[in-house]
């Protein structure tokens, strides 16, 4: 049999059984790792498991599944008693299924590549080139903080997905592993004081035992305040909506004239539905903190489920500045990034590492901006508006749509109600595109696409033809200049 890695790497015999070899504090001893010749560990790391109490919450998160996926209509059917029984043999042969797939998960850096082994019946071997790595991301679900536990994602360049979760490891176990992979990934000599570092700062979970230092949170940048986070959320449509949402569910209630448990239940699981939106932003959100290391921005964040994220400087595509309607009155602003390299089909946005700033007031966009584009002013930012003609086809937003040339990015300015700014670095960008459609032609119009690696990019919307043309030709030109300098 054969084990084939992922990302096109050569197979690799699967080992006959070895012996075992002493782990790290607090994992139990796993087979050794032999070498690519097959023959011993020639000063190959032993192969770690996750923590043991992995198998606990993976069953804990199965039972929540379970019971979610039998719904109210099957305690309807069956009653309480076999449902409860139906729940517990599921959750059981869940759990079991969680301790087997533990035993027979592994991992080990060997060179520049971590692999993650996993598999009963069929044995799968995960290696992935560290030169690839763009972030390890710390993420600590409420059971895993209950717990003192972390969870690690990797995401590599290209990937479609989040890249070998290790689901669960200890806080400091987590947080040392991270620091090694950056370090490998960055090149820099693998040293015993990478396994040295602590846990990220305010994560109370940390074993205070462990004989470590603090791993250092960068400069701050910034500190978004819980309190403008709240209020920010009550200004959107969503929390508008939630009093009619609430009420629709309610008079479906009472219509029905059933004060049955089955009912009430199904009620509360609908209002639960309608006032999931806006109170999920908060707790993603909850004490958002951005800060500044080396070449790298860490982004801390959540309130049931924290997050500390770091994302490399040289692999934001595009900065867009938001404007809600009702954000205006107030002067608050959002700021989000797009990111080459991460996985786009997530169907977990919260996944992604899009967010620079929940809310802010312009001053504090305008330095986080600058910080991520070092020399663009947003508020100086060259903008020229489309010709007049433009009405036609957009009559209540034309005079908010505006593009230009900076001297180190392209910006383009749309939107009615929610106002966009994006802006795209020239060394960024991919392609350069002039779109004309019928009615355009007959307006002598034509739009500016601007592509990046890492998601929509920028447009300028409905230019003077001639313009048009001009701005592309002039913004491949600062393409080529910008990367020839890189």
């Known amino acids: 049999m054969q084990i084939r890695p992922a990302w096109g790497t050569p197979a690799v015999p699967e080992a006959p059984t070895a012996p075992t070899v002493p782990a790290a504090p607090g994992h139990p001893p796993v087979p050794a790792e032999p070498t690519d010749q097959g023959g011993a560990a020639g000063g190959a790391e032993p192969r770690q498991r996750l923590h043991p109490l992995s198998p606990v919450l993976h069953g804990a998160k199965s039972l929540f599944v379970v019971i979610a996926g039998l719904s109210w209509s099957t305690l309807s059917r069956v009653g309480f008693g076999w449902f409860a029984v139906l729940v517990a043999v599921l959750a059981l042969g869940a759990t079991v299924l969680a301790v087997v797939s533990w035993y027979n998960t592994g991992y080990h850096i060997v060179g520049r590549e971590l692999r993650v082994y996993e598999g009963l019946l069929w044995r799968r071997t995960r290696a992935i080139p560290l030169e690839r790595l763009q972030s390890v991301e710390v993420v600590r679900p409420l059971l895993a903080q209950l717990t003192g536990l972390a969870e690690l994602r990797l995401e590599v360049v290209g990937g479609g997905k989040t890249e070998a979760p290790l689901a669960y490891l200890s806080v400091a176990d987590a947080a040392r592993l991270r620091q090694r992979l950056l370090a490998v990934a960055a090149g820099t000599p693998d040293r015993e004081t990478a396994d040295a570092v602590p846990p990220p700062a305010g994560d109370p979970a ?61 009620t509360l699981t609908a209002m639960a ?181 890492g998601g929509a990019g920028a447009t300028a919307y409905h230019r003077d033809l001639a313009e048009a043309w001009a701005l592309a030709a002039e913004l491949t030109a600062r393409v080529h200049a910008a990367r020839r300098t890189r």
């Open 206 to 266: 940390v074993d205070a035992a462990a004989p470590v230092a603090r791993e250092p949170a960068g400069r701050p940048l910034h500190a978004v305040s819980n309190t403008d986070l709240l209020v920010s959320q009550l200004l959107t449509p969503q929390a508008f909506l939630l009093p009619v949402g609430v009420a629709f569910v309610v008079f479906q209630f009472l219509s029905e004239g059933s004060w049955s448990f089955i009912a009430v239940a199904s």
């Open 273 to 453: 539905g309608v006032l999931l939106q806006p109170v999920r932003r908060v707790l993603d959100d909850w004490n958002f903190r951005l800060a500044r290391e080396a070449d790298r921005l860490r982004i801390h964040n959540g309130l049931l489920e924290t997050r500390m994220q770091t994302v490399p400087l040289e692999r934001v595509q595009t900065v867009v500045v938001t404007w809600p309607l009702l954000w205006r009155m107030k002067g608050w602003l959002r700021l989000r990034l797009e990111v080459a390299g991460y996985s786009g089909g997530e169907a977990d946005d919260r996944n992604r590492p899009d967010r620079l700033l929940p809310v802010g007031d312009r001053e504090t966009g305008a330095r986080i901006v600058a910080e991520v584009l070092p020399g663009v002013r947003l508020g100086a930012l060259p903008l020229t508006a489309p010709p007049a003609r433009v009405r036609w086809l957009r009559p209540l937003s034309a005079r908010r749509l505006a593009a230009g040339l900076d001297e180190r990015v392209f910006a383009a300015r749309s939107g009615l109600l929610t106002r966009e700014l994006a802006l795209v670095p020239y060394a960024r960008v991919q392609s350069v595109r002039v779109v004309q459609g019928p009615a355009q032609r007959r307006l002598r119009l034509a739009t500016v696409h601007v592509d990046t690696a």
